[in-house]
């Protein structure tokens, strides 16, 4: 058996009841933080809780070389990952894998960012278009840098159509977690390249530290933005579309948002 399970956003207190004893009661215990991670807790905090010891496992491990997943036809193996397991990941790809080889799933589902920043702005999540993600430049052989522009024209697309946009940051092992502020200057800059104007004109909504008692949650427009101290991370990035009268109250009352969002849906 298998058994997915989400740990929802902040620490290690977040995983539900169901996920606890399913984590529990398993042989073997395997986590990747690569997808997205806990920040307010620590692997031997998480090893406390379970009573497990964690083995952590790299992209390469899930999305290459699944060996482990073997151990799963005779033993009770638990898969943990942040948030939702299931949500921007590609693990439906290892639950495929698990059932060719005869392995029984199960699936305990976990907070997700997807739905928390629904919460946290007072965006409705129906009015959500396809989401983006934001990964860092890279150098071309010729020693370039390239800033990927696929987020950018997902925003506009979804902008032409009043939708919002979720837009999740890159993870990096060696640069890190991506800033909201790292985003937008990103995301400026194809701008400015492009000649387009979709965001410097637009209010956008930055989040960081979901799930922790102390959120933060911050909307304005993308060039005083791109300058807030959002603090440590994870961060993530809202770009909204069209925005619903309650919406434009909740960013200025909630996300302390400009008042001209109010005055523009009167
Ligand atoms: C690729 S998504 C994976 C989502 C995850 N499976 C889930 O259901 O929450 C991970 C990205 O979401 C954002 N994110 C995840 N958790 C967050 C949190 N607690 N606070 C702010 N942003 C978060 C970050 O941009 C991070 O790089």
Known sequence: MLTFIGLGLFDEYDISLKGLEAVREADLVYAEFYTSCLMGTKPEKMEKLYGKKVHLLSREDVEQQPDWLDEAKDKNVAFLT???TMVSTTHVDLRLRAEKLGIEIRLVHGASIASAVSGLT?????RFGKSASIPYPYE???????ISETPYDTIKQN??????????LDIDKEKGYMTVNLALGLLLEVEAKRGERVIDRAVAVGIARAGSEKPVVKADYAENLKDFDFGKPLHILIVPGKLHFLEAEALVKLAAGPEELMEDIN
């Open 122 to 126: 007072g965006l409705q999540n129906y």
């Open 82 to 84: 942040g948030g939702d």
């Open 140 to 146: 071309s052989r010729r020693g370039a840098r390239i």
């Open 159 to 168: 902008s032409e159509l009043g939708l919002h946009t979720l837009v999740f």
